[in-house]
């Protein structure tokens, strides 16, 4: 076979997807739950430190090539921002530096301090792009809702989850009454779309399970904030249960979709939704929520697994750089 030309080269970094961050931000957030396992875990112990160096190294080769399109093809990237689905896979990188902040906490607390201030900084900025341009000029259509709108949300929501253990109180309790009120807003718009202006797209359809993120996320981030209230995390935490519940009735159509890297959304809020029942399960000394937790762990691992291999698979046939 011959040597791919560098046209053709360049032609792949143009289409070379945002959403190849939620596939580094899917292995970075079981390196979380993975870290959190390895408290009671002598396997999980042995394994975190090289799935976390794993993830980080997947990241900066995504975030590269990234910078490089954002260099060479901006136009392109300015496309993808103006989209009404890509646009909010944006908060998947600050996100992600974010989690990494968390994952290095324990043994460099001062890069981890420079990642968190950069992913909050970012974060404050997407989440202002992001809405201006859904309230500016453009006009958007029923069908172009879906829940990765909830993208922006959860990138202020996971900011207290290690802005509080770094110091960050008052900052903190901002990303997060913002990531609270924009949530609820955004809650009523899709479940308006979804129920009076007919079914989900295939491709955007994996995106449903962005729902749990929000109340997983908030709950471990209000833990953090504000861990003497336990009313409030209970409403959260089950508040994610429930629509784990209404996600799964969608899983018979989701199992049968041709791979899309939009697949690799199912990672994150089910990651979340694990870490979220092991912090309750050590809060209320709940034995159910720990049973919960390993379930969630096991099913999570599983679809890493075969994500992973379908997304090599995939980039090795040329299925992904490519136009949409």
């Given at each position: 076979m ?20 939620a ?35 997947l ?43 968390g ?142 519940f ?49 379930a ?8 890493i ?20």
């Amino acid at each position: 076979m011959a040597s791919p030309t560098p046209a053709g080269a360049n032609l792949k970094l143009a289409h070379f997807p945002v959403t190849m961050f939620a596939f580094a931000m899917g292995i970075l957030a079981f390196s979380t739950v993975l870290q959190l396992a390895a408290q009671g875990f002598d396997w999980a112990h042995a394994i975190f430190p090289a799935v976390r160096a794993m993830a980080i190294i997947l990241f900066v080769l995504v975030l590269g090539f990234y910078l490089f399109k954002v260099v060479i093809f901006r136009g392109a990237v300015v496309g993808e921002f103006k989209h009404p689905v890509r646009v909010a896979y944006f908060p998947t990188i600050p996100i992600s530096l974010v989690i990494m902040a968390g994952l290095l906490i324990n043994d460099q607390e001062r890069l981890a301090q420079i990642l968190w201030a950069i992913g909050a900084g970012l974060q404050g900025g997407l989440i202002l792009g992001v809405f201006s341009q859904w309230i500016g000029n453009k006009p958007y259509q029923h069908a172009h809702i879906n829940a990765a709108w909830f993208m922006p949300v959860v990138g202020c929501l996971i900011i207290p989850v290690v802005g509080v253990p770094l110091g960050y109180l008052e900052l903190s309790w901002l990303f997060f009454s913002t990531g609270i009120i924009f949530w609820m807003i955004l809650l009523s718009l899709v479940m308006n779309r979804l129920v009076f202006h007919g079914p989900a797209a295939d491709k955007i359809l994996p995106t449903l399970i962005i729902m749990v993120a929000p109340p997983a996320v908030a709950f471990v981030a209000f833990i953090q904030l504000a861990p003497e209230s336990e009313v409030m995390a209970r409403l959260l935490l089950n508040m994610a249960y429930a629509f784990g519940f209404v996600v799964v009735m969608q899983l018979p159509r989701i199992v049968k979709m041709p791979f899309d890297l939009s697949l690799w959304m199912l990672v994150f809020p089910l990651a979340a939704l694990t870490v979220a029942s092991f912090d309750f399960a050590g809060i209320a000394e709940s034995a159910t929520h720990g049973m919960i937790g390993i379930a969630l762990f096991g099913l999570l691992s599983l679809i890493i697994a075969g994500l992973f291999v379908r997304t090599i698979i995939a980039i090795l046939r040329g299925e992904i750089f490519r136009p949409e």
